[in-house]
């Protein structure tokens, strides 16, 4: 294809030809400035149009093959499109090329505009799609941030411990072991919740955990499994939910943490548990002997 001589150029003429013989590019732009000079009057003189920037720079492409030579020429013009016509109508003239007779038939007369126009679409749609996909979040995307956002909000402080807001109002409370915890059980929904908050357990605890139903959630971990001895020793438990054994209540799912939640046991169920898990051990040893 030529390369455009100007950024106004608006159409691109394409036209066949074919020679007897063995031709050259030089012979074929000379056939084409010769044999149209004077046809078309000064105006559409092909040199002169050059000159001034309305035709480009003629191209050709070619190729020989059993001493014929065959190929397309390209024109590019910012004239209108009657006069483009007439230009290329001109071609068709051409009888000789060089020393060799020859024939030029129009193959056509481009809108490069339209094709501009085409590859501007296509662009846009490809930049487009690129933005929906990469740009703009889904909106159950912008819907989970926003809760996320609020729910998180609503942390707030009870005797300097990280709580829910539902924490005065809610007869049963859930005693967690770090504001993270908190966070995360409010992500999921849970307001009445209260992180202990350190390794010491705060006298404001053991207060709530005696006017209040209440479950202690706890890692699932040796650190948890302490948290849960102390507990005990000096607070009123009511239910113990353990996290999934090596996680952290901060990394469960909102179905892990309604899972754990539902599967809680009673303290009383608790206490018994050494002594059921020793018994099973001692009838299962008793059987193998």
Same mark, same amino acid.
């Given at each position: 294809?030529?390369?455009?001589?100007?950024?106004?150029?608006?159409?691109?003429?394409?036209?066949?030809?074919?020679?007897?013989?063995?031709?050259?590019?030089?012979?074929?732009?000379?056939?084409?400035?010769?044999?149209?000079?004077g046809?078309?009057?000064?105006?559409?003189?092909?040199?002169?149009?050059?000159r001034?920037?309305?035709i480009?720079?003629?191209?050709?492409?070619?190729?020989?093959?059993?001493?014929?030579?065959?190929g397309?020429?390209?024109?590019?013009?910012?004239?209108?499109?009657?006069?483009?016509?007439?230009?290329?109508a001109?071609?068709?003239?051409?009888?000789?090329?060089?020393?060799?007779?020859?024939?030029?038939?129009?193959?056509?007369?481009?809108?490069?505009?339209?094709?501009?126009?085409?590859?501007?679409?296509?662009?846009?749609?490809d930049?487009?799609?690129?933005?929906?996909?990469?740009e703009?979040?889904?909106?159950?995307?912008?819907?989970?941030?926003?809760?996320?956002?609020?729910?998180?909000?609503?942390?707030?402080?009870?005797?300097?411990?990280?709580?829910?807001?539902? +924490?005065? *109002?809610? %007869?049963e409370?859930?005693?967690?072991?770090?504001?993270?915890? !908190?966070l995360? @059980?409010? =992500?999921?929904? /849970?307001?009445?919740?209260?992180?202990?908050?350190?390794?010491?357990?705060?006298?404001?605890?053991?207060?709530?955990?005696?006017?209040?139903?209440?479950?202690?959630?706890?890692?699932?971990?040796?650190g948890?499994?302490l948290?849960?001895?102390?507990?005990?020793? +000096?607070? *009123?438990? %009511?239910?113990?939910?353990?996290?999934p054994?090596?996680?952290? !209540?901060?990394? @469960?799912? =909102?179905?892990? /943490?309604?899972?754990?939640?539902?599967?809680?046991?009673?303290?009383?169920?608790?206490?018994?548990?050494?002594?059921?898990?020793?018994?099973?051990e001692?009838?299962?040893?008793?059987?193998?002997?």
């Amino acid at each position: 294809m030529a390369k455009l001589a100007q950024s106004t150029i608006k159409y691109l003429i394409e036209a066949e030809f074919s020679a007897d013989g063995i031709i050259e590019k030089p012979d074929i732009i000379g056939a084409i400035f010769g044999q149209t000079e004077g046809l078309l009057g000064q105006d559409l003189d092909l040199r002169e149009l050059q000159r001034t920037g309305r035709i480009g720079r003629i191209d050709v492409d070619l190729k020989t093959d059993n001493g014929t030579t065959i190929g397309k020429i390209f024109v590019p013009s910012s004239l209108d499109i009657s006069e483009t016509s007439l230009i290329a109508a001109s071609f068709e003239i051409i009888e000789r090329i060089g020393p060799c007779a020859a024939s030029v038939k129009i193959d056509s007369v481009k809108d490069v505009r339209a094709i501009k126009r085409e590859f501007v679409i296509s662009r846009a749609k490809d930049i487009l799609q690129k933005l929906m996909e990469e740009e703009i979040p889904a909106t159950s995307i912008l819907i989970d941030t926003i809760r996320d956002t609020v729910k998180t909000a609503q942390i707030q402080e009870y005797n300097g411990l990280p709580a829910g807001p539902a +924490i005065d *109002e809610s %007869d049963e409370v859930i005693v967690v072991e770090g504001r993270a915890d !908190v966070l995360t @059980l409010l =992500k999921n929904g /849970i307001r009445n919740v209260i992180a202990i908050g350190g390794a010491v357990i705060p006298k404001a605890i053991t207060s709530l955990t005696k006017e209040k139903l209440t479950t202690l959630f706890v890692d699932g971990d040796r650190g948890g499994e302490l948290i849960i001895k102390e507990m005990m020793q +000096i607070a *009123e438990l %009511d239910f113990i939910s353990k996290a999934p054994s090596g996680k952290e !209540v901060e990394e @469960l799912s =909102k179905k892990e /943490i309604f899972k754990a939640l539902r599967e809680k046991i009673s303290i009383e169920q608790y206490k018994t548990e050494p002594k059921t898990k020793e018994l099973k051990e001692f009838i299962a040893s008793e059987t193998n002997q």
